[in-house]
Every structure is written in C-alpha cells, then in structure tokens.
C-alpha cells in the first residue's frame, strides 16, 4: 500500500510539471535501453468536478492527454499520463516511473524529483504571494443606530 502510495505521488509530480523543467533535469543522464508497450499517443479524458467539493459529480469538458508505456530491458515497465500535447514529456515520465521501480530509484528521487518537488513548490509561493498581493480586505462599520 505504501508503495503504491508512493507511485501515486511522484506520477503526480510528473505529470503536473513543467515540460522544460523535467527536460532538463534528465538531460545528460544516461538513459537505459527500453522498448514501447504503447508509444506516446495524444487524446483526450474527461473533466470531472464537484460543487464546492461535495456535491454530485458533474462532467466539466475534456482535456489533452499525452500517455505512453514502455519497458526497459530489464522488464520494468513504466507509465507517462501528461496533460497536453508532449510526447517528449510523456516520454520521460514514463523512462522516470519505470527508474523509480529499480535499483537507481534513489539516484532519481535525488537527481530528478526531489528538485522537480522543489521548484514546483517554489512557483506555488510565488503564485500564492501574488495572489495575497491582491487580497482586498472588507470589514463592515458599526453605524451605532443599534
């Protein structure tokens, strides 16, 4: 359960970050030798959404998908699920899911998403302080015919 816990997050990582950003962090790497289960393929999936997080889930619309599945020679299979058009960007999600079911996982925790968690985390900061930045602030006097 903790391992796939574990899976869940860091495929979550992967597929929320930014195609540049990812791409440079594996870039240079040495990247082992795999085939393709399915080859990076573009469609779309399905919006779902609740009202204020608790009411009866509605469909919102459809967004770009980009997945893939390949296996490295050692027969570890990885996935990619991106949103968009990227094949490139499905592709290293799915060569770094599959890394991070072998020996060199923690190399790749270290070298790949321990940074990716960083700089995402980073960018939220500076998304949440702009949005503080523009907080406006309503109180309501007391007119004292009460």
């Excluded at 393929?41 to 893939?68: Q, S």
């Excluded at 020996?103 to 302080?129: G, H, N």
Aim: glycine share 8%; proline share 5%.
């Amino acid at each position: 359960m903790q391992e796939q816990t574990a899976r869940k997050n860091w495929m979550s990582l992967l597929a929320k970050s930014p195609p540049p950003a990812l791409n440079a962090l594996m870039e240079g790497r040495d990247m082992p030798g795999f085939t393709w289960l399915r080859a990076p393929e573009i469609g779309a999936a399905m919006v779902r959404g609740r009202m204020g997080g608790t009411g009866a889930p509605f469909n919102m619309g459809e967004m770009t998908v980009t997945r893939c599945s390949l296996q490295l020679d050692d027969g570890t299979v990885g996935h990619g699920y991106v949103q968009g058009r990227d094949k490139a960007h499905a592709e290293r999600a799915a060569l770094v899911d599959a890394l991070m079911q072998t020996d060199a996982a923690e190399t790749v925790e270290a070298d790949v998403l321990t940074p990716l968690r960083a700089r995402m985390a980073d960018q939220a900061k500076t998304r949440a302080a702009k949005a503080a930045a523009t907080k406006v602030e309503f109180f309501t006097l007391v007119r004292g015919e009460d």
